[in-house]
């Protein structure tokens, strides 16, 4: 929670002084320093590295840096803004939302993960294979997300800056190298987390249930085996067969009971960061975007009802990248996102058990696995549904015409509300759902390509730059937000 954030500010703040480049050499000098960072444990760090991490994904407060509201849910067409356009729904973003995105998820939490697995692993002061598990499962999530925005980033020599020989201009890997290394750790860490194991303190995730740790490894590590899958099949059916052939060494989500989220509370600082923003902040910028309430509509989809409010009996939403003076006409008519979402307790979601029923259900119209697409895909519905305390209306699945690719990812990107990182991921990865025309009246930026990426921190440019050319290199294409990245199909 957020009082992680004032109760150990001091702590961390003496502790953890990090620059704006992935390392810093500040911290590598404190790092030898006896009474500094050992004096920290691993049941602080946890909350400060998850907190951190998990709200600038989900939104953070910050105007112009809100990675989800201001960029994903817009681009992803879950959302539009109905007054300042030119924040994000227009794809037009500010240096601040890449910029501080990249320094937020290296500084506060790689940082915080590497130094867990350090204080932790079998040669640190404080070992406990299951502190050592966690960090390596969270630190796998935060790579994914680096390297899915931004394409090729320091890995290998990234967060060096505390080590024996410390790396303060770390390389930029390939984001093949990168999946690997993260397939390696998810395999590692479900065999670092151990039942009935050492107890740990400070997981603001699973509340210590290690076995629901194992089971997001495993999840976590099919999601990746399968975004990969088009670049890499041989090595993706391997991964997917060993986690689906021994369901006892590698369990997964079997229910929404063990869905990963970070809870919030009723109070602040506690409280959700949409919760901060819409409620306390008392901004109301943002309605729902047509194009989702078109598709639900038109499909009799009753989650609709669960998501978004309606205005005098009927749903409606707005046109994404319309200009000010016409968005703004929409005010009164345009259905917004429910209180569910902007209340002070709803959860940040990491990843749930209808999005791996999904996972799998492309994976077996791929032919990845054998498994039955058809039921996979049903089975993710009933869970998106059961996840609003709602029953799939009769006849729903069988007016969907099958699992046919674009089907199961539209019924993922339903799915997905709210993770509108993830979406815009899957989005890129997959072409799909199949957006409508623009409406003529709207007017983008960035030639009016949906963004495939995130530019490179200007901080990089300044400290970094031989490192950073060598990434752009790996991109295949200039550091702007056209150049697709290495998963695309």
């Not at 935060?142 to 899915?148: A, G, I, Q």
């Not at 997001?216 to 060993?242: C, G, H, T, W």
């Not at 089975?379 to 699945?397: L, N, Q, R, T």
């Not at 069988?398 to 993830?422: D, H, N, R």
Request: aromatic share 12%; with cysteine; charged share 20%.
């Amino acid at each position: 929670m957020k009082k992680f954030k004032s109760i150990y500010s001091l702590l961390l703040g003496s502790a953890l002084i990090l620059s704006s480049n992935s390392c810093t050499e500040d911290f590598g000098q404190m790092n030898t320093d006896p009474n500094n960072p050992t004096t920290i444990g691993s049941q602080y760090l946890l909350p400060y590295a998850m907190e951190n991490s998990i709200d600038r994904y989900w939104g953070g407060t910050t105007r112009f840096e809100r990675l989800n509201l201001d960029g994903a849910m817009l681009w992803i067409q879950y959302l539009a803004r109905n007054i300042y356009s030119n924040e994000g729904d227009s794809y037009g973003i500010t240096p601040a939302f890449y910029n501080n995105t990249w320094e937020s998820l290296y500084n506060d939490g790689l940082t915080n993960f590497e130094r867990i697995i350090v204080l932790t692993g079998p040669e640190g002061v404080n070992p406990n294979s299951n502190y050592e598990g966690v960090a390596l499962v969270m630190k796998t999530w935060v790579y994914s997300l680096l390297t899915d925005m931004y394409g090729a980033v320091p890995y290998s020599e990234a967060v060096s800056g505390s080590a024996s020989e410390p790396v303060y201009t770390p390389a930029y890997d390939s984001m093949e190298s990168i999946y690997a290394g993260m397939l390696a750790d998810l395999k590692t860490a479900n065999e670092k987390l151990t039942v009935g194991g050492p107890v740990i303190a400070g997981d603001i995730v699973y509340n210590g249930d290690i076995l629901k740790w194992k089971k997001f490894a495993n999840s976590l590590r099919l999601r990746l085996a399968n975004r990969q899958a088009a670049k890499k099949p041989a090595e993706s059916k391997a991964i997917m067969a060993e986690i689906l052939g021994s369901p006892a060494t590698y369990p997964i989500f079997t229910s929404n009971a063990d869905n990963a989220t970070l809870a919030h509370t009723g109070t602040r600082p506690s409280n959700n960061s949409w919760n901060e923003v819409m409620v306390f902040g008392g901004r109301t910028d943002w309605s729902m975007s047509k194009t989702f309430v078109d598709l639900l509509s038109s499909t009799g989809d009753t989650r609709l009802e669960a998501i978004a409010t309606d205005v005098n009996g009927t749903y409606s939403g707005i046109p994404n990248g319309l200009p000010d003076a016409i968005a703004t006409t929409y005010l009164s008519s345009a259905s917004i996102m429910q209180d569910r979402f902007r209340d002070a307790g709803a959860p940040s979601i990491l990843m749930t058990y209808s999005e791996l029923n999904f996972i799998l259900a492309e994976a077996a119209v791929d032919g990845d696995i054998s498994g039955d697409a058809a039921a996979y895909m049903e089975e993710g519905i009933k869970a998106s549904y059961d996840y609003y305390g709602m029953a799939v209306p009769d006849g729903f699945i069988e007016g969907l015409g099958g699992a046919t690719k674009e089907t199961v990812m539209t019924q993922k990107w339903i799915a997905l509300f709210g993770q509108g990182v993830e979406a815009w991921t899957e989005y890129r990865r997959t072409g799909f759902p199949n957006f409508p025309p623009a409406d003529p009246r709207a007017i983008f930026e960035n030639d009016g390509i949906i963004p495939t990426r995130l530019p490179y921190p200007t901080t990089e440019y300044s400290l970094n730059k031989a490192s950073l050319d060598a990434g752009v290199s790996l991109n295949g294409g200039p550091d702007n937000m056209q150049t697709k990245l290495w998963w695309a199909e």
